[in-house]
């Protein structure tokens, strides 16, 4: 794809604060027809600049307010497609990575209560074939920028 004009880039921007904003609403803020509009949206679709649509769920809205970073140590190895695969249909995973260091994975999980927390580990464990986990609770949010 050529490079990424001023527009494309409101357009982006105005996509990221309200996705379910109309082509006429995002028009408005960009200078642009709302078919212009598409027209550039349906370009940065088919170029994968974006790659889709969500819905973001407030989990605290829902009570979700236990969370904790679990290290995962497995058996062997693994490719990061695998690990994604066996943990993306759990809720409770809002995000996960491979690291470097001892442990082969670092996820971020939120829940309930302790015991929520505990039942969304054991789904953890058993669907990668986790020899074991190291979980740290979080107490207090310092800095979260993503919850703003």
């Known amino acids: 794809m050529d490079r990424l004009d001023e527009t494309d880039e409101r357009i ?10 109309t082509y006429a609403e995002i028009g408005a803020q960009v200078n642009l027809s709302a078919p212009a509009v598409k027209r550039r949206v349906d370009r940065l679709l088919d170029n994968g600049v974006i790659r889709g649509f969500t819905t973001v769920v407030d989990r605290s809205a829902l009570g979700w307010n236990t969370e904790a970073y679990v290290q995962v140590f497995r058996h062997g190895t693994i490719a990061p497609e695998q690990l994604r695969a066996a943990w993306i249909g759990i809720p ?9 260091g001892t442990a082969d994975a670092i996820l971020h999980v ?3 209560d302790m015991r929520h927390l505990e039942e969304a580990l054991e789904r953890i464990r058993s669907a990668a074939d986790v020899e074991r986990s190291e979980s740290i609770v979080v107490l207090t949010n310092i800095i979260d920028r993503d919850r703003g």
Do not use: F, S
């Not at 982006?12 to 904003?21: G, H, K």
């Not at 409770?92 to 470097?100: D, L």
């Open 110 to 112: 939120l829940a309930r």
């Open 92 to 100: 409770e995973v809002i995000g996960a990575a491979t690291v470097t």
């Open 12 to 21: 982006l921007a105005a996509l990221a604060n309200d996705a379910r904003a």
